[in-house]
């Protein structure tokens, strides 16, 4: 398995891939990823931001199985957010997440204190994995939030 930064040849399956994990737990609804107006440009997204970056995990056929990015979140400049952490059904339970998630966090820790994200109750999975690697929940979302249909919030000291 190959991890990499996105390229635009992967921004319509990485789009897929998120679309498709979140309407397996009904969560294709406003206020969530399936909506960003982004989705279909994460490229173009990712590089247009400072400190921000997303990386795709790609198998041994050369494609894109999942991806996590991180980016600044709101107007905090030590704060960044842990977004887009989908996987395709085939390759999950395997530890491919927590690796993009190593990346991931690894990139964070030289640019941002803190590491913020939003989840839903729904992705249980998603949860055990986000406190075995440091988070701890939150009581309710940071200010400048725009997935307002998320109802669990974590942040990381990454120091």
């Not at 989908?86 to 491919?96: A, D, F, M």
């Not at 966090?105 to 989840?119: D, F, N, S």
Request: charged residues 25%.
């Amino acid at each position: 398995m190959l991890i990499r930064e996105i390229e635009e040849k992967d921004n319509k399956i990485i789009e897929k891939i998120i679309k498709q994990s979140l309407e397996s737990f009904d969560l294709n609804i406003p206020g969530t990823a399936y909506f960003d107006p982004q989705l279909g440009s994460l490229y173009q997204y990712y590089k247009q931001h400072k400190n921000a970056k997303y990386w795709v995990a790609v198998n041994e056929e050369n494609k894109v199985v999942g991806g996590v990015g991180i980016a600044p979140f709101g107007k905090k400049v030590d704060v960044c957010e842990l977004q887009k952490l989908y996987i395709i059904p085939e390759y999950q339970g395997i530890g491919l997440s927590k690796q993009l998630m190593k990346i991931a966090l690894e990139y964070a820790k030289k640019h941002y204190a803190y590491c913020y994200l939003e989840t839903s109750k729904k992705l249980q999975t998603a949860n055990c994995l986000y406190v075995k690697l440091g988070f701890q929940q939150l009581e309710k979302a940071l200010d400048d939030t725009e997935h307002i249909a998320m109802d669990t919030w974590y942040i990381k000291d990454l120091s």
